[in-house]
T-cell receptor, first 107, second 117 residues
Framework: DAKTTQPPSMDCAEGRAANLPCNHS???????VYWYRQIHSQGPQYIIHGLKNNETNEMASLIITEDRKSSTLILPHATLRDTAVYYCILGNNDMRFGAGTRLTVKP | SAVISQKPSRDICQRGTSLTIQCQVDSQVTMMFWYRQQPGQSLTLIATANQGSEATYESGFVIDKFPISRPNLTFSTLTVSNMSPEDSSIYLCSVATFTSGPGYEQYFGPGTRLTVT
């Protein structure tokens, strides 16, 4: 079973920041937090991952709370092409997916 | 990153038959996985494909139904045996590669869309 919980859906206005939350209260010390997204009919796409420090790459930022029990994926300037299902999963040689959050970016 | 290709991209099969799906990666990778994604659902991990040894299956999946081969570090196959309509799904190959930083990155193939009639 997935060890993360995410809201089933969210909306975001185009050009605004999209903040996607994820709870992982049972995370263990050696588990990374990974984020993926899946655009309709495509394979999931890796976005970012982190252990305990905040991370940023060209796609997004990942903010992990100090107790590591939750995290937030931030898409700084959402576009219509960011509409997808976003998955937050815990990985340490074991990648089980939960239901994810369906993000809809609206004009 | 890793580029993953799968064959076939889609197929329509009759119940009782078997289909073998191929996964090819453009570089050597340590870990390969097979997932299933049923219509409107999230991904479900079927098994981890181990090079040179038997695959490690998740609960609810067995080798007789989903035999997996991984003869080298760039190739794996998943067979869906004795198919029934309930096996209609998208089957995805995935690999994990270690990066210069901590942890690893996981990449997915485009998937194989299987319809069983």
């Amino acid at each position: 079973d997935a060890k993360t919980t995410q809201p089933p859906s969210m909306d975001c206005a185009e050009g605004r920041a999209a903040n996607l939350p994820c709870n992982h209260s049972t995370i263990s010390g050696n588990e990374y937090v990974y984020w993926y997204r899946q655009i309709h009919s495509q394979g999931p796409q890796y976005i970012i991952h982190g252990l305990k420090n905040n991370e940023t790459n060209e796609m997004a930022s990942l903010i992990i709370t100090e107790d590591r029990k939750s995290s937030t994926l931030i898409l700084p300037h959402a576009t219509l092409r960011d509409t997808a299902v976003y998955y937050c999963i815990l990985g340490n040689n074991d990648m089980r997916f939960g239901a994810g959050t369906r993000l809809t970016v609206k004009p | 990153s890793a580029v993953i290709s799968q064959k076939p991209s889609r197929d329509i099969c009759q119940r009782g038959t078997s289909l073998t799906i191929q996964c090819q990666v453009d570089s050597q990778v340590t870990m390969m996985f097979w997932y299933r994604q049923q219509p409107g659902q999230s991904l479900t991990l079927i098994a981890t494909a181990n090079q040179g040894s038997e695959a490690t299956y998740e609960s609810g999946f067995v080798i007789d139904k989903f035999p997996i081969s991984r003869p080298n570090l760039t190739f794996s196959t998943l067979t869906v045996s004795n198919m029934s309509p309930e096996d209609s799904s998208i089957y995805l190959c995935s690999v994990a590669t270690f990066t210069s930083g901590p942890g690893y990155e996981q990449y997915f193939g485009p998937g194989t869309r299987l319809t069983v009639t």
